[in-house]
């Protein structure tokens, strides 16, 4: 499988996301010569646990994910961050949950937008919006290198790539810059060859930091 960094926008301090700068994100994209293929939608879930004694709560993770990936319409991705733990199902098993009611869903995040070609280098950039709502939460870019699965190999020529975007989006004057984290992937037992868990980890990733970041502005306000 090609391997992919998600990358999300980090505001600078005292501003938020807007459509304006998804605007921009999305020209400067084409303006680097990027063919927009078409349309693509992720959608990441927080799980509450249902239990009949609140007292109880404190036994389940809190922060517990599900996500669905375009690109493996029939699995199902769950993830514990606390514990470190990736797993993946049958996209099945959604309509399971809902029948067992074991767990509800907590909030539910789309990452939707347009899906480019650039090379060896395929692009996603999208926005974050709730399920059910056009509230703006974020902006995610996926770079997906298709010609190796290896992260290690692939190091250098994603860090270059990196490089001349930011130096492209820098050009813009917008109030923020991409950010990449990349998780400890061993810490879920995840190895050097890229897989779909590599891709789920780094949304939970990237969903964290949003939030955080967040609730830090909105500390400060």
Same mark, same amino acid.
């Given at each position: 499988?090609?391997?992919?960094?998600?990358?999300?926008?980090?505001?600078? =301090?005292?501003?938020? #996301?807007?459509?304006?700068?998804?605007?921009?994100?999305?020209?400067? #994209?084409?303006?680097?010569?990027?063919?927009?293929?078409?349309?693509?939608? =992720?959608?990441?879930?927080?799980?509450?646990?249902?239990?009949?004694?609140?007292?109880?709560?404190?036994?389940? /993770?809190?922060?517990?994910?599900?996500?669905?990936? /375009?690109?493996?319409?029939?699995?199902?991705?769950?993830?514990?961050?606390? $514990?470190?733990?990736?797993? %993946?199902?049958?996209?099945?098993?959604?309509?399971?949950?809902?029948?067992?009611?074991?767990?509800?869903?907590?909030?539910?995040?789309?990452?939707?937008?347009?899906?480019?070609?650039?090379?060896?280098?395929?692009?996603?950039?999208?926005?974050? #919006?709730?399920?059910?709502?056009?509230?703006?939460?974020?902006? #995610?870019?996926?770079?997906?290198?298709?010609?190796?699965?290896?992260?290690?190999?692939?190091? $250098?020529?994603?860090? %270059?790539?990196?490089?001349?975007?930011? %130096?492209?989006?820098?050009?813009?004057?917008? /109030?923020?810059?991409?950010?990449?984290? %990349?998780?400890?992937?061993?810490?879920?037992?995840?190895?050097?060859?890229?897989?779909?868990?590599?891709?789920?980890? $780094?949304?939970?990733?990237?969903?964290?930091?949003?939030?955080?970041?967040?609730?830090? $502005?909105?500390?400060?306000?």
């Amino acid at each position: 499988m090609p391997l992919k960094w998600v990358l999300h926008w980090q505001p600078n =301090a005292g501003t938020t #996301v807007n459509t304006q700068i998804l605007n921009e994100v999305s020209q400067c #994209v084409e303006s680097i010569n990027g063919v927009k293929e078409g349309r693509w939608k =992720a959608t990441l879930t927080s799980y509450k646990p249902m239990v009949r004694e609140q007292s109880l709560t404190a036994e389940f /993770p809190r922060d517990f994910f599900g996500i669905s990936l /375009p690109e493996q319409p029939n699995k199902y991705y769950f993830m514990i961050r606390g $514990q470190r733990l990736v797993v %993946e199902a049958d996209s099945t098993i959604q309509t399971i949950m809902d029948k067992l009611q074991s767990y509800k869903s907590r909030v539910a995040l789309c990452f939707e937008g347009f899906q480019y070609q650039l090379g060896d280098f395929q692009l996603r950039v999208g926005k974050v #919006v709730p399920s059910h709502s056009e509230n703006l939460r974020g902006i #995610v870019m996926e770079v997906e290198y298709l010609p190796i699965s290896s992260m290690e190999k692939a190091r $250098q020529i994603m860090e %270059e790539f990196v490089d001349i975007w930011q %130096e492209a989006i820098s050009k813009r004057s917008l /109030p923020g810059h991409f950010m990449h984290i %990349e998780p400890n992937f061993s810490e879920y037992g995840l190895l050097d060859h890229y897989t779909p868990q590599h891709t789920a980890v $780094q949304y939970a990733t990237v969903v964290a930091q949003m939030i955080a970041t967040q609730t830090v $502005q909105a500390t400060r306000n």
